[in-house]
């Protein structure tokens, strides 16, 4: 799964989006924990995250920057990602 694959990998960038199994999937590093988001559901209109419990919060650049370099996004994570805009 992408989240096995990327869990243990140290980044310098809080967020990053990752094209693996033909998804795409953003990726909140929040020190040593990660929030997993599945970007395009193929099961609108639901939301994935891992882990579940797992609070966050974007700046507006961030949003405008996922928004940019994400090829598809599903109504539901978007208006997800906009509520967590702080």
Known sequence: ???YRYLEIE?????????DFSKEVLIIN???EKVFILL???TPPFYKQLPISEDYYLSADE???IKNQVNSMTPTVELVL?????
Not at 11 to 19: A, L
Not at 82 to 86: F, H, L, T, Y
């Open 11 to 19: 980044s310098k960038r809080r967020i990053e989006i990752k094209t």
């Open 82 to 86: 906009k509520s967590r805009i702080r």
């Open 30 to 32: 929040k020190g040593k």
């Open 63 to 65: 949003y405008s920057l």
């Open 40 to 42: 395009d559901t193929k």
């Open 1 to 3: 799964s992408v989240q």
